[in-house]
């Protein structure tokens, strides 16, 4: 079954308008979340690394000013797109590592398909 | 060299036939590795985790060679179900992340 839950999984926006996608750990504590996000036909590029009870590390290129995470409890970490523009329309994904260590491998969640109008 | 890389493909096979793709990465002390699956428009489902020379599930077998900094995915018997990109994985940045390739992808047919 599903290890990580993203929520919503479609939105349609208006340019200028924020969005806000959740991302939940299921059945465990996730200190750490990441968030990529995919361009068609491109790879999963990393965006920020997401710490509970503290701030957000970004990825070279991301303005942390423009995608907000906020990582409030162990088991919910958001990313807040502000002002999207259609440039940022995007497969956002979020991920989470359900066993400690370095060598246990990342689950994902569904995934929400941004489209900036 | 990339972190990453591998061959976009796409690989064209006849159901039923072998395929294998390679994927090299730069950082020599990567210790394990992953193999996902992604179908189009959906998220990266986890196949495959390489620790040490190789690993086998049914018809996919993965295989590490550390030499050479390259990692393999096999897939036997291929399946029209196995049509999808296949992306390889390699911890960096002190293992904490993951970087992913541009992916592989597989098309099975009739």
């Known amino acids: 079954g599903a290890v990580v839950s993203q929520h919503p999984s479609r939105v349609i926006c208006k340019s200028g308008t924020s969005v806000k996608i959740e991302c939940r750990s299921l059945d465990f504590q996730a200190t750490t979340m990441f968030w990529y996000r995919q361009f068609p036909k491109q790879s999963l590029m990393l965006m920020a690394t997401s710490n509970e009870g503290s701030k957000a590390t970004y990825e070279q290129g991301v303005e942390k000013d423009k995608f907000l995470i906020n990582h409030a409890s162990l088991t919910l970490s958001t990313l807040t797109v502000t002002s999207a523009h259609p440039e940022d329309s995007s497969f956002y994904i979020c991920s989470a590592r359900r066993d400690r260590g370095h060598n246990s491998p990342l689950h994902f969640g569904n995934g929400t398909r941004l489209t900036v109008t | 060299r990339k972190e990453v890389e591998q061959d976009p493909g796409p690989f064209n096979v006849p159901e039923g036939a072998t395929v294998a793709f390679n994927c090299t990465y730069s950082n020599s002390a990567s210790q394990s590795f992953f193999w996902y699956r992604q179908d189009c428009r959906k998220e990266p489902k986890l196949l495959m985790s390489?620790?040490?020379s190789g690993n086998e599930d049914g018809r996919f077998t993965a295989q590490l060679n550390r030499a050479s900094q390259y990692i393999s995915l096999l897939i036997r018997d291929s399946k029209l179900s196995d049509s999808a990109t296949y992306l390889c994985?390699?911890?960096?940045?002190?293992?904490?992340?993951?970087?992913f390739g541009t992916g592989t992808q597989l098309k099975v047919e009739l």
């Open positions: 994985v390699v911890p960096t940045g002190g293992g904490n992340k993951l970087t």
């Open positions: 390489v620790y040490s």
